[in-house]
């Protein structure tokens, strides 16, 4: 059963737009959530983090938002750019005392359009 | 500084045979994690080392998957024999304390025939 869940295989937005990528997550015990980017034929690169400590981090045209009643969060790219094209997992994280294994989605494919 | 790297890129084996990937992780990374991504499907966690000491091993498949990381520097992931299901691709990512990020490398992509 998976707990960290991408229900939106792809998603495509106008370049300059905002592009909004969503996960749920439905274990209670993760504590830290990342993004993480992924072109073809390469590994996945950290984008961003939040903490459960926080609802918000930016980074940049990069902001998480976490929900923790909802166990949601969300990725906005404002403004979107034809190089944000790639796919985006969504993944969390057990408390850190414990193994920080990381627990991904399936991803979302996002394609900006110029 | 020099990122995670896999070897080899591709593996294309038959049913049976034995596969071993290898992992260099970032230097003075003491953490070293093995992902695999099936199908296209998420990508799953396999297994951390903690310098040369295996910290979790809990989503290893079967006992046909043995890792290494002798000396606490390079990982293999040795396949044996290898199935039809195994065929996927292979991540490997690496950190230098528990709680920092995770670097990955750029897989190994492996297909049993």
């Known amino acids: 059963d998976q707990q960290v869940k991408q229900n939106s295989p792809s998603l495509s937005v106008q370049e300059g737009r905002i592009s909004i990528l969503n996960c749920d997550y439905t274990?209670?015990?993760?504590?830290?959530f990342l993004w993480y980017k992924k072109y073809p034929a390469e590994g996945p690169t950290f984008l961003i983090s939040?903490?459960?400590?926080?609802d918000k981090n930016e980074d940049g045209r990069f902001t998480v938002f976490l929900n923790k009643s909802a166990k949601h969060l969300s990725l906005h790219i404002v403004p979107s750019q034809p190089g944000d094209s790639a796919v985006y997992f969504c993944?969390?994280?057990?408390?850190?005392?414990?193994?920080?294994?990381?627990?991904f989605g399936s991803g979302t494919q996002l394609t900006v359009l110029p | 500084e020099a990122g995670v790297t896999q070897f080899p890129s591709h593996s294309v084996i038959e049913k049976g045979q034995t596969v071993t990937l290898r992992c260099d992780p970032i230097?003075?990374?003491?953490?070293l994690y093995w992902y695999r991504r099936v199908m296209g499907k998420e990508i799953k966690f396999l297994l951390h080392?903690?310098?040369?000491?295996?910290?979790?091993e809990s989503g290893m498949p079967n006992n046909r998957f043995l890792a290494e990381r002798t000396g606490g520097t390079y990982s293999t992931l040795k396949v044996q024999p290898a199935e039809l299901e195994d065929s996927g691709v292979y991540f490997c990512?690496?950190?230098?304390?528990?709680?920092?990020?995770?670097?990955f490398g750029p897989g190994t992509r492996l297909l049993v025939l």
């Open positions: 990512a690496s950190s230098r304390r528990r709680q920092e990020t995770q670097y």
């Open positions: 993944a969390a994280s057990p408390p850190s005392g414990s193994a920080r294994q990381l627990t």
């Open positions: 230097s003075g990374h003491d953490n």
């Open positions: 080392f903690v310098k040369e000491s295996k910290q979790d």
């Open positions: 939040i903490s459960s400590i926080k």
């Open positions: 274990n209670s015990m993760f504590d830290y």
